[in-house]
C-alpha cells in the first residue's frame, strides 16, 4: 500500500509538471503560425501596391521581401533601378493647342482684324499657338537653387511675338523660342532670384497662355506694350508684402539688340492681403537702331552678320522710350474678382524732338458662377498721340465680354464678344480704301493643355 500510495504520488507529479509544457508548446506552435500568416499577408500587400504603382508609372524601387528569418549580415544590397521621376529630374513636361473661329462683321478685305495681338484672322478656322512647355523650377526649400525653363511655339501668335523685322534683325533664328532662362536664387535675406535669357514681358496684366486670361482675345495695351526680352532680371523678396525687380536687357522685343544702349526696368510687386496684388513698374529703353540691315544686299563691301550685310545709320536718332506701368489685381469674394491697368508710354525719335504719347486704361471683371462657368467682362480706353500705337492720332475704345465652360480638366471653351470703337475711320471693310469708325467681332476659341505644370504658365 505504501508503494502503491508513493508510486499514484509520483505519477500525479509528473502528470502536473508535463501539463504546463505541453500547453508552452501549443502557446509556441501558434505563436509561429501567427507570424507566418502576417509575413505572408504582408508579402500580398507588398505585391499589391507594387502592382497599382507600376500601373500609376510612379512604382519607388522594389524592397527586399519580407521573410521570417533576418538577411544574412554578408548579402550586398541589391542594384536598384532608376525611375523615370528621377530621369526627368523634376522637370515638367507640358504641351497646349489653342485654336479659335472668329467672324468679322465688317466682311474686311483680306479677313483681317486690325488691333488684335493675337486673333488676327476673321472668317477662318485659326491655330492661334500650340507650345511645348518644360519646366524644371528651382526649390530653394530642399537645396535646389537653380532652374530652367524653354517655351517653344509655333502658330499665329509667334508671327507677333517675334515677326517683326522692325525689331528684330534676324527674327527667324529665335521665332520659335518664346522664353528660354536659367534661373539661380541666392541666398540673400528672403531670396533673390536671378534669370538670364528671354523670357515674357511682365508690362502689362495679361499674358501668352489664353487659358491663365480672363478673355479669349488680349487688350489693346497688351498688343502695345512689350511681348519679350532677352537680358537679365532679378526679383528680391524684401518680405511676405513687398518683393523688388530690376532687369538690364537688349531692348523691347529684341533678342539681339539694334543699338549699344541697354534698356532698364524698376519695379515692385506689394501684397497688403491675400486678396490683393498692386504691381507697378517703370521702364526707361532707347529703340532707335543705329545700324540698318540689308538682307538683298549682293556686293562684298560691308561687313555681315552670319551672311547679312548691314552698314552704320549716320547720326542714328538717340530718344529715349519712358513706360510707366500699374496694376491691380483684387479676389473681392471666392467667385468674383476684379482688375485694373492704367498705362502712359511716351517716346522721342531724337533727344530734341516732339514726344509721341500713349495712354491707356483697362478694367476686368470676372466672375465665377458654378466650378466650370464663369463670365468674364473688360472695357479699355487708348489715347494714341501721334500715332506711336496705330500710326495715326486718335482715341480707340473696346469692350469684350466672354463666357467660359471648363468642359474637362485640361480642355476649355470660349465664345467672345467684342467691339472696337475709334473717333476716326480706321477699321477695315469689305471695300479697298473705305474705312469704318468700328468693327465688332464674334469668336469661338478652344484651348487644350495637359502636363504636369500646376497653376499659371
Not at 177 to 198: E, H, R
Not at 245 to 268: A, H, L, S
Request: charged share 15%; aromatic share 12%.
Amino acid at each position: 500500500m505504501p508503494v502503491l500510495r508513493s508510486g499514484t504520488i509520483a505519477l500525479a507529479l509528473m502528470v502536473w509538471f508535463a501539463a504546463p509544457a505541453r500547453a508552452q508548446d501549443t502557446q509556441n506552435e501558434q505563436l509561429v503560425k501567427r507570424v507566418d500568416d502576417l509575413t505572408s499577408l504582408v508579402q500580398k500587400l507588398q505585391a499589391r501596391v507594387d502592382e497599382l504603382e507600376a500601373k500609376l508609372g510612379t512604382a519607388p524601387p522594389a524592397p527586399a521581401p519580407v521573410t521570417s528569418a533576418p538577411p544574412s549580415p554578408a548579402a550586398a544590397p541589391p542594384v536598384l533601378p532608376q525611375t523615370r521621376a528621377s530621369l526627368l529630374g523634376g522637370t515638367t513636361v507640358n504641351f497646349l493647342f489653342d485654336g479659335y473661329y472668329g467672324f468679322n462683321f465688317n466682311n474686311p478685305v483680306g479677313r483681317v482684324n486690325l488691333l488684335r495681338a493675337y486673333d488676327v484672322s476673321s472668317n477662318a478656322f485659326s491655330l492661334n499657338q500650340a507650345d511645348v512647355v518644360l519646366d524644371n523650377a528651382p526649390d530653394p526649400d530642399n537645396g535646389k537653387r537653380f532652374g530652367l525653363r524653354l517655351d517653344l511655339q509655333f502658330g499665329q501668335a509667334t508671327a507677333t511675338l517675334q515677326g517683326n523685322t522692325s525689331n528684330e534683325a534676324r527674327p527667324a533664328i529665335y521665332r520659335n523660342v518664346f522664353q528660354a532662362y536659367g534661373t539661380y536664387v541666392f541666398p540673400v535675406g528672403g531670396g533673390l532670384t536671378v534669370d538670364f535669357g528671354k523670357w515674357a514681358s511682365s508690362l502689362g496684366m495679361e499674358g501668352n497662355y489664353t487659358k491663365d486670361q480672363i478673355n479669349y482675345s488680349r487688350s489693346l495695351l497688351f498688343d502695345f506694350l512689350p511681348f519679350y526680352h532677352m537680358g537679365v532680371r532679378a526679383n528680391y523678396k524684401v518680405d511676405n508684402l513687398l518683393s523688388l525687380n530690376y532687369w538690364i536687357v537688349n531692348g523691347t522685343n529684341q533678342t539681339e539688340p539694334t543699338n549699344g544702349f541697354k534698356d532698364q526696368m524698376f519695379g515692385f510687386v506689394l501684397t497688403p492681403s491675400k486678396s490683393l496684388t498692386w504691381t507697378a513698374n517703370y521702364y526707361l529703353g532707347m529703340e532707335h537702331p543705329d545700324v540698318l540691315y540689308l538682307p538683298n544686299y549682293t556686293g562684298n563691301s560691308l561687313p555681315t552678320e552670319q551672311g547679312l550685310a548691314f552698314e552704320p545709320i549716320p547720326d542714328s536718332p538717340h530718344g529715349k522710350l519712358h513706360i510707366f506701368d500699374s496694376y491691380l489685381q483684387w479676389q473681392a469674394t471666392k467667385r468674383l474678382s476684379f482688375a485694373w491697368e492704367g498705362d502712359y508710354v511716351l517716346e522721342r525719335l531724337y533727344e530734341n524732338s516732339a514726344p509721341q504719347h500713349v495712354t491707356g486704361t483697362a478694367g476686368y471683371a470676372r466672375y465665377q458662377l458654378t466650378s466650370k462657368f464663369a463670365l468674364g467682362a473688360r472695357t479699355e480706353y487708348v489715347s494714341d498721340r501721334g500715332g506711336l500705337f496705330t500710326g495715326t492720332t486718335q482715341a480707340i475704345t473696346e469692350q469684350t465680354f466672354t463666357a467660359e465652360q471648363l468642359v474637362a480638366d485640361g480642355l476649355l471653351l470660349r465664345a467672345e464678344w467684342r467691339r472696337d470703337a475709334s473717333n476716326h475711320p480706321f477699321f477695315l471693310t469689305d471695300t479697298l480704301n473705305v474705312l469704318k469708325r468700328d468693327q465688332n467681332t464674334a469668336t469661338l476659341g478652344v484651348v487644350w493643355w495637359f502636363g504636369g505644370k500646376q497653376g499659371v504658365w
